[in-house]
């Protein structure tokens, strides 16, 4: 890529955000940051319960995710958030200031599929419960946002490796 971007891998629960993250920093040359680690505890305690986050929930770790962000113009970067609304996403983009190279990276795929893959993870706080309430927040991407859509049917390799080569395209 011809300028390095901060990359941020979107999309519902299970879809493999943490597993496609890191692969796709280590094909750019970037670090890679886990978006759930941003979370307070208090999100955390609240979604292992079972219970949906709010906005009023998610605005620190959003700013928290964008000062990261920030932290990484001109050096590049990925990192990950389900960034499942719009202004969710332009809350990123007004955390990172001047930022004009933050781009997403949303992995789509079936309820089906991503439900199964949700069901065979071990050690996460997210339960397969909220699937439908974050299938039903989810708001693509907008022709307007700098980002590409990735299915993720295939291995986690094949998954960034279509990421990588949809970001190249972007700088076409």
Partial sequence: MSTPHVV?????????????????ADRLGVP????????????????????????????PWLDAIGAWAHG??????????SALKRSYRDRLRAAAPGLDSLVFVHLTGTRELIEDRMSHRQGHFMPTALLDSQFA?????????????????????????????????LDK
Avoid at 10 to 20: E, H
Avoid at 72 to 81: C, N, P
């Fill in 8 to 24: 941020v891998v979107m999309g519902v629960a299970g879809t493999g955000k943490t597993t496609i993250g890191p692969l796709l």
């Fill in 32 to 59: 890679y940051a886990e978006g759930d680690d941003f979370h307070p505890p208090a999100n955390i305690a609240k979604m292992s319960a079972g219970t949906p986050l709010t906005d009023d929930d998610r605005w």
């Fill in 72 to 81: 990484r113009a001109g050096r590049g970067g990925v990192v990950s958030s």
């Fill in 137 to 169: 927040t989810l708001q693509p991407l907008g022709a307007d946002e700098a980002g590409v859509a990735v299915d993720v049917t295939g291995t986690p390799q094949e998954i960034s490796e279509r990421a990588y080569e949809a970001l190249l395209a």
